[in-house]
């Protein structure tokens, strides 16, 4: 996180501006899961009088960059049966956000996520994810029900834990982008599996099975759906 010089106007506002908000209303319902949860709009809305207020706004930037070289590659259209050819590059997706004061103080932080092609589907969907999760966070909005959390199983039986959880570093971004990347597709996940750093994924199936599996029916909703 980077900040202007001084904070003290801006962080004053905020506190203001959060003892005002109430919770981003669930108003967007996941076709997969048939689950509400609160989608960029939502959060917006949760945000924009308190934020007026105080005099506080949040800009959003989102940026593309490509990692490596492109390769050719080729799949099967499923309704069509269909051989269909293609280029693909492991694409960076980055949403910065900026929160503003009309002090002119700012602090600014930016999420990102990788995908393994740069379609152009794949890509605006990342960067309402990585929007609202930022946006989430600047405003200090607590998410209710993630959509990308959602499981049809019943929940798995309480396990003790002797403390908190220490997480890689990075692993945490790593795996919102992953989330991002299951929304496109079980191809588009498997991609980013196969590149990720190992400790990440040995970290997330011994201490989170079930997020993993979580992920793998998203993606393979997705493909059906397509």
Known sequence: MI????????AAALALAQGEMDGAKKAAVNPFFNH??????????????????????????PQTTFQ???????WTAK???????????????????????TSGQWIEDSVSAMLPNGDPQAVGSA????????????????????DAEATTSAPPAA?????????????????????????????ALQDAWKIAAPDYRRHLTATAPEKWETLKAIAARMVKAS
Do not use: M, N
């Open 68 to 74: 490596g070289e492109p390769a050719a590659f080729e």
């Open 79 to 101: 309704r069509s049966g269909e051989v269909r050819y293609g280029v693909r590059v492991f694409t960076v997706v980055s949403v910065v956000t900026r929160l503003l004061h």
């Open 159 to 187: 396990v003790a834990v002797q403390g908190p959880i220490a997480h890689p570093s990075g692993y945490l971004p790593w795996l919102d982008g992953l989330h991002a990347v299951a929304a496109t597709g079980t191809a």
């Open 127 to 146: 960067i309402t994810y990585l929007r609202r999760y930022a946006l989430q966070a600047v405003a200090g909005i607590a998410a209710e029900d993630d």
């Open 3 to 10: 900040t202007s010089p001084e904070i003290g106007q801006l």
């Open 36 to 61: 509400k949860y609160a989608d960029l709009a939502s959060v917006k809305d949760a945000i924009r009088v308190p934020f007026a207020t105080h005099g506080l706004s949040v800009v959003q930037f």
